[in-house]
Nanobody, 127 residues
Framework: VQLQASGGGLVQPGGSLRLSCAAS????????IGWFRQAPGKEREAVSC????????VYADSAKGRFTISSDPAKSTVSLQMRSLKEEDTGVYYC?????????????????????WGQGTLVTVSS
């Protein structure tokens, strides 16, 4: 199982970015995939996760209404469209895969239990 995150960068407050996670070694039917972020000096936190369909997506309160997670099963990619970015969205964004990722995303299990992580992509929101 491999996950490759991309799309991070520097953006001004109010701007947009689209992150992508390319999955290999498994299909999107096998695991739920999600996005987490880790700000400097803070713990890794869930941003959004989805199962086999967009209707199964869950979002952190901070992401609701601004971020949209989607998947392209044919390309084995999961994307995170981020709009109206704020400085507090700054951090390293990781994609992750696990059969129980839903419970991590809603806070019932720790991110430390997730077995598969991408390498992270840095998002900096700053003027």
């Amino acid at each position: 199982v491999q996950l490759q995150a991309s799309g991070g960068g520097l953006v001004q407050p109010g701007g947009s970015l689209r992150l992508s996670c390319a999955a290999s070694g498994f299909t999107l039917d096998d695991y739920a995939i999600g996005w987490f972020r880790q700000a400097p000096g803070k713990e890794r936190e869930a941003v959004s996760c989805m199962g086999m369909s967009a209707s199964s997506a869950v979002y952190a309160d901070s992401a609701k209404g601004r971020f949209t997670i989607s998947s392209d099963p044919a390309k084995s990619t999961v994307s995170l469209q981020m709009r109206s970015l704020k400085e507090e969205d700054t951090g390293v964004y990781y994609c992750a895969a696990d059969s129980s990722l839903y419970y991590v995303c809603i806070g019932r299990e720790s991110p430390s239990t997730v077995p598969y992580w991408g390498q992270g992509t840095l998002v900096t929101v700053s003027s």
